[in-house]
């Protein structure tokens, strides 16, 4: 039953990261035409933004070695925004050059994980994705910033609000056009969603310009995400089937699960363009190609049902 509450937004975009933050978690690698029939499985039940892949070194996520093999398999899907991952100018020259348009880098609010991750400070990064945001935009690409451990962090313990906000600031002083708000370890509850996007918006970041991404370690990740809705949130990360968690950050289990994400704002009468049967058979579908079953709780319950 559709049971729509006052104060939400009418439409969400839903920016799905299975087929790279999922995928790249994985033990194994997954085979090219698998991950490039994911994606357009991904894209055919209604998923306009659909995270590609990843350009970094194969040395450091071998699971996305494959990334210029698999760029251009998926590159002409019609009305799909296909953003993909670089670490520094060399990866984005290479993205560039398979024609990608959207660009993401990936930037810590905490030293310790920044070390972990990125193997520089966090000033060191930022620095480096200075001349890479500025050649992406130069470029006509759009590019997201996202920000890691904004809520805590499993060296450092909790992440000051301020700490984020600085790191958002400079991503968006440097040209970033979104940023993704990175809850890396699932340690985020509302309450603490809700002021770090009033501290957010009181430093000069609107809303419109903000995206959630909310790992379920705790199980708080719906409940953060609406906290984020209620104050205006329209872009949320999630990942089909509930793949992938953070290679770097042991704690951390995996992302929120778009069908659970889909069933929620469904309900609330929030429009979202994705057919969340075409989905839950594409993760069924992905699930048997990982040979496990999918943490998803709706896509267990909908596959269940279809038995």
Known sequence: MVVPAPGLPARVRIHEVGARDGLQNEKIAVPTEVKAEFIRRLADAGLTTVEATSFVHPKW??????????????????????????????????????????????????????????????????????????????????????????????????????????????????????????????????????????????????????????HDTYGQALANTYAALEHGVTTVDASAGGLGGCPYAKSATGNLATEDLVWMLHGLGIETGVDLARLTATSVWMAAHLDRPSPSRTVRALSHKEQ
């Open 61 to 214: 996520v071998p699971q996305l070695a494959d990334a210029e093999q698999l760029y251009p398999r998926v590159r002409d899907l019609a009305g799909v925004a296909l953003p993909v991952l670089v670490p520094n100018q060399r990866g984005l020259e290479r993205a560039l050059g398979l024609g990608a348009d959207r660009i993401a880098v990936f930037a810590s609010a905490t030293e310790s994980f920044a070390k972990a991750n990125l193997n520089r400070t966090v000033d060191e990064s930022l620095a480096v994705f200075e001349p890479v945001v500025r050649q992406a935009k130069d470029a006509g690409a759009h590019v997201r910033g996202y920000v890691s451990m904004c809520f805590g962090d499993p060296w450092e313990g909790a992440v000051p609000l301020h700490q984020v906000a600085r790191v958002c600031t400079a991503l968006r002083d440097m040209g970033c056009d979104e940023l993704s708000l990175g809850d890396t370890i699932g340690v985020a509850t509302p309450g603490h969603v809700q002021e770090l996007l009033n501290l957010l918006n009181e430093e000069g970041v609107p809303t419109d310009e903000i995206g959630v991404h909310f």
